[in-house]
């Protein structure tokens, strides 16, 4: 089994912790269209019952490796992500840019992905930085590395990670911000229907107004078609986004092949008898 990239290097825990919960209300459809030159276009449209702005979103990938990930419209434009593969085994070219002439490519990118090795680097094309990193695995164990370099404040981050892992549990150890903030990342399958997870991170401090973070939950498939979710949110010391603490549940049901919904409840643990300080989540997929 190839190792993640490292931007994905404890995805499998993080996004237990993260999918499905959230106040979000939207409403998304998705369709495809007939065969457009060997592929099917795929369209996706999403509104926001919040405010009711809406976005539209497409894709499209050719038999020869080019695809369009994904082309996005809203009230600020278009921006598209594309990629090419097949040019070399495991070897995949990235761009991003938005879609109008004065500003087609934003950045451009490389990734390289065989049964040992994950690598990648980005850079904008003025070149005023680059992101790259390397992750090595084998039976279980994955050690990765990154390095973020701004061309007027020069090597501006170099974030590590180690992980071992196998089919019913992943734990990894993380530091970004020059080593100045650790992480950790946990999760273990006690059965089918259970899966229980941890994540974690802080700065040296360990004190209130420093970078901390904790998330502790769980996710249990009541059948094949629903999931449950909880669990207890922490974060502090952030510009935005703050939680002093909250317990969260999160339900995903497919009640027909093409019917997805989503809902989403947090309470906040510094005022839990008002229940207008609940904040709530809804989400319906169609196609």
């Keep these: 089994m190839a190792p993640p990239l490292f931007g994905d290097f404890s995805k499998n825990v993080t996004d237990i912790l993260s999918d499905d919960f959230g106040d979000k209300k939207f409403l998304k459809v ?23 702005a809406g976005k539209l979103s497409a894709k499209w990938k ?3 490796g080019f695809s369009l990930d994904k082309v996005a419209f809203d009230t600020k434009g278009a921006k598209y992500e594309a990629s090419m593969s097949k040019l070399a085994k495991g070897l995949t070219v ?19 992905v065989d049964d040992m090795v994950a690598a990648a680097c980005k850079t904008d094309t003025k070149f005023s930085g680059a ?23 020069g090597v501006s981050d170099f974030p590590l990670a180690i992980g071992y892992g196998d089919k019913n549990f992943f734990v990894s150890a ?11 990342a946990g999760k273990y399958t006690v059965s089918d229907e259970l899966t229980v997870a941890l994540c974690g991170s802080s700065g040296l401090e360990f004190s209130k107004g420093s970078p901390n973070k904790l998330e502790l939950g769980a996710a249990y498939k009541v059948n094949g078609t629903t999931t449950a979710k909880c669990k207890y949110a922490f974060v502090d010391g952030q510009k935005s986004g703050n939680n002093p603490g909250s ?20 309470i906040p643990l510094s005022d839990v008898a008002s229940v207008g300080s609940y904040k709530y989540g809804a989400g319906i997929t169609l196609g």
């Design 30 to 52: 998705k369709n495809s269209t007939p065969a457009v030159l060997t592929g099917k276009v795929g369209v996706t449209s999403e509104t926001n019952l919040s405010s009711f």
């Design 62 to 64: 050719h038999k020869c």
């Design 94 to 112: 990235k761009a991003t840019g938005q879609v109008n002439t004065n500003k087609p490519l934003d950045t451009v990118g490389l990734e390289f």
């Design 131 to 153: 992101q790259c990193s390397l992750v090595l695995g084998h039976d279980g164990v994955q050690v990765g590395g990154g390095l973020v370099f701004k061309k007027d404040d």
């Design 174 to 184: 993380s530091a970004e911000d020059k080593l100045r903030k650790f992480g950790i």
């Design 247 to 266: 317990l969260e549940a999160a339900v995903n049901a497919s009640p027909l092949k093409a019917v997805n919904l989503v809902c989403g409840l947090a």
